[in-house]
């Protein structure tokens, strides 16, 4: 396993950008999926986008075109690149991680960054 730490929530605009990155502990170079999550009051943790070790992604229709996953190997990192952002898009943003041979259906998951959009 690795842990991994979320950065980068704030207070934005309607149409404005944020950057989130999820630092790891280790290596993610192997690891089969990073994912970024997001969880707004009241509804359940939602997936939003995941990068794949063999360079593909996946984003929800929500932010699909707005949002962009990235990994930077080098830096153990994953960044999120959120722009025109929506009021929609306030939620606590989880940074994931999960591989085939872990055996684990949920993965790891960092504590969270809020993310919060109003005017």
């Known amino acids: 396993q690795v842990q991994l730490v979320e950065s980068g929530g704030g207070l934005v605009q309607p149409g404005g950008s944020l950057r989130l990155s999820c630092a790891a502990s280790r290596s993610i170079f192997s690891i089969y999926a990073m994912a970024w999550y997001r969880q707004a009051p009241g509804k359940q943790r939602e997936f939003v986008a995941v990068?794949?070790?063999?360079?593909?992604?996946n984003y929800a229709d929500s932010v699909e075109g707005r949002f962009t996953i990235s990994r930077d190997n080098a830096k153990n990192m994953v960044n999120f690149q959120m722009n025109n952002l929506k009021p929609e898009d306030t939620a606590v943003y989880y940074c994931?991680?999960?591989?085939?041979?872990?055996?684990?259906?949920?993965?790891?998951w960092g504590q969270g960054t809020q993310v919060t959009v109003s005017s």
């Open positions: 994931n991680a999960n591989d085939t041979t872990w055996n684990s259906p949920w993965g790891i």
């Open positions: 990068s794949t070790s063999d360079g593909t992604t």
